[in-house]
C-alpha cells in the first residue's frame, strides 16, 4: 500500500504565502479596492494551485469588477478543482441569475443546495429562481425548507409570506408574516406586511393593529399613517381617516411609491389623489419587486 506523499516545504511555504495574500485580499474587497484584492487573489491562486476556495473569492472580486468573463472561467475552475465546493455552485448560480439565463441558474443552484442541504439561504434563493420560472409547487418548497432550517429567522418567513401573497394564498400569508413579527417584534416592515394581509383576509382590526404597531416603531415614516387612514375608510370611519392624511402631510416621490406598493399589496386601488381610494377591497395584482427588503 503506497503512502501518500507529504507536501514539499516549497509547497507549505506557498500555501502560506497564498493565505497571507488572501487575507489581505480580502480586507481590500471588503474596503472597495478591488484592482489590488483582484492581484493579491490572483497571487494567491498561482501560489495554492489547488486551492478553490480562493477561485471562488477571486470570481466574485472580478465580478465586483464588472469583469463577468473572467469571474466565470474562476466559478469555473474552482468547481473543476473541487466540482461538490457548494459556494461555487452558488455563485454559478447567481452569476447565471444576473446575465438572465435563469435555468442555468436554477441548474447551478440546485447543485449548491444538493452539496450544502442545511444552508438556509441556499434554498431561498433557489425558491426566488422558481418563482422566476412559474414553478410554484418548487418555490414552496424550497421557502418552507429554508423556514424550517431557520425558524427563528424572520426573513425567511417574511419571504414565504411574499410568495403565498403572489400566489393569492392570503391566508398562508397572514400565518408567514405573523411568524416574521414574531422573530422580529420591532421590525415596522414586517409588521406593515402582516396589515396588508389582514386587509385581504378583511381582518381590518388586526390590520389596523399591526400598522399602528410600525407607526409606532416608525414614527418619521408618513406611509404608515397613510395606510392607517385607508383601513379607517373601509372601517366607515372617514373623519377619523382625514385626520390621519392631514397628519401624515404630502408625501413625496418614494414614499409615495411605499404607499403604492402598501395598496396594491393590500388590494386597495390606489387614485391618483393621495389618500383618497375605493372604500371595498378588490382583487388587484399585488405589486412586487424581487427583493423590496
Same mark, same amino acid.
Given at each position: 500500500?503506497?503512502?501518500?506523499?507529504?507536501?514539499s516545504?516549497?509547497?507549505?511555504?506557498?500555501?502560506?504565502?497564498?493565505?497571507?495574500r488572501?487575507?489581505?485580499?480580502?480586507?481590500?474587497?471588503?474596503?472597495? $479596492?478591488?484592482?489590488?484584492?483582484?492581484?493579491?487573489?490572483?497571487?494567491?491562486?498561482?501560489?495554492?494551485?489547488?486551492?478553490?476556495d480562493?477561485?471562488?473569492? !477571486?470570481?466574485?472580486?472580478?465580478f465586483?469588477?464588472?469583469?463577468?468573463?473572467?469571474?466565470?472561467?474562476?466559478?469555473?475552475?474552482?468547481?473543476?478543482?473541487?466540482?461538490?465546493?457548494?459556494?461555487?455552485?452558488? +455563485?454559478?448560480?447567481?452569476?447565471?441569475y444576473?446575465i438572465?439565463?435563469?435555468?442555468?441558474?436554477?441548474?447551478?443552484?440546485?447543485?449548491?443546495?444538493? /452539496?450544502?442541504?442545511?444552508?438556509?439561504?441556499?434554498? /431561498?434563493?433557489?425558491? =426566488?429562481?422558481?418563482?422566476?420560472?412559474?414553478?410554484?409547487?418548487?418555490?414552496?418548497?424550497?421557502?418552507?425548507?429554508?423556514?424550517? !432550517?431557520?425558524?427563528?429567522?424572520?426573513?425567511?418567513?417574511?419571504?414565504?409570506?411574499?410568495? /403565498?401573497?403572489?400566489?393569492? =394564498?392570503?391566508?398562508?400569508?397572514?400565518?408567514?408574516?405573523?411568524?416574521?413579527?414574531? +422573530?422580529?417584534?420591532?421590525?415596522?416592515?414586517?409588521?406593515?406586511r402582516?396589515?396588508?394581509?389582514?386587509?385581504r383576509?378583511?381582518?381590518?382590526?388586526?390590520?389596523?393593529?399591526?400598522?399602528?404597531?410600525?407607526?409606532?416603531?416608525?414614527?418619521?415614516?408618513p406611509?404608515?399613517?397613510?395606510?392607517?387612514?385607508? $383601513?379607517?375608510?373601509l372601517?366607515?370611519?372617514?373623519?377619523?381617516?382625514?385626520?390621519?392624511?392631514?397628519?401624515?402631510?404630502?408625501? =413625496?416621490?418614494?414614499?409615495?411609491?411605499?404607499?403604492?406598493?402598501?395598496?396594491?399589496?393590500?388590494?386597495?386601488?390606489? !387614485?391618483?389623489d393621495?389618500?383618497?381610494?375605493?372604500?371595498?377591497a378588490?382583487?388587484e395584482?399585488?405589486?412586487?419587486?424581487?427583493?423590496?427588503?
Open positions: 500500500m503506497s503512502r501518500r506523499r507529504r507536501p516545504k516549497e509547497t507549505i511555504r506557498n500555501r502560506r504565502i497564498a493565505h497571507a488572501v487575507r489581505r485580499a480580502d480586507t481590500l474587497a471588503e474596503n472597495g $479596492i478591488l484592482e489590488h484584492a483582484i492581484n493579491d487573489y490572483e497571487k494567491a491562486a498561482e501560489l495554492d494551485g489547488h486551492n478553490a480562493t477561485r471562488v473569492k !477571486l470570481g466574485d472580486a472580478y465586483e469588477a464588472d469583469m463577468p468573463r473572467k469571474a466565470y472561467m474562476a466559478y469555473r475552475k474552482a468547481l473543476k478543482i473541487h466540482p461538490r465546493h457548494a459556494e461555487a455552485n452558488f +455563485c454559478l448560480g447567481e452569476f447565471f444576473t438572465g439565463r435563469i435555468r442555468s441558474a436554477v441548474t447551478a443552484m440546485e447543485k449548491a443546495v444538493a /452539496c450544502d442541504p442545511e444552508r438556509h439561504w441556499y434554498a /431561498c434563493r433557489l425558491g =426566488d429562481l422558481y418563482v422566476l420560472l412559474a414553478n410554484h409547487d418548487r418555490a414552496r418548497a424550497h421557502y418552507e425548507r429554508a423556514v424550517e !432550517l431557520a425558524p427563528t429567522e424572520g426573513y425567511y418567513h417574511y419571504k414565504l409570506g411574499e410568495f /403565498c401573497l403572489r400566489t393569492r =394564498d392570503f391566508a398562508g400569508a397572514v400565518t408567514s408574516y405573523e411568524e416574521a413579527v414574531r +422573530c422580529a417584534p420591532v421590525d415596522d416592515f414586517y409588521a406593515a402582516l396589515a396588508a394581509a389582514y386587509v383576509e378583511q381582518v381590518f382590526e388586526r390590520a389596523q393593529a399591526f400598522l399602528s404597531r410600525a407607526a409606532h416603531i416608525a414614527p418619521d415614516n406611509v404608515y399613517r397613510y395606510a392607517l387612514g385607508d $383601513i379607517c375608510l372601517m366607515a370611519e372617514d373623519d377619523h381617516a382625514e385626520r390621519l392624511y392631514s397628519a401624515a402631510g404630502p408625501l =413625496d416621490e418614494y414614499y409615495s411609491d411605499s404607499l403604492r406598493r402598501w395598496r396594491s399589496r393590500a388590494g386597495l386601488m390606489a !387614485l391618483d393621495v389618500g383618497i381610494i375605493p372604500t371595498t378588490t382583487d395584482e399585488p405589486e412586487f419587486e424581487e427583493d423590496e427588503r
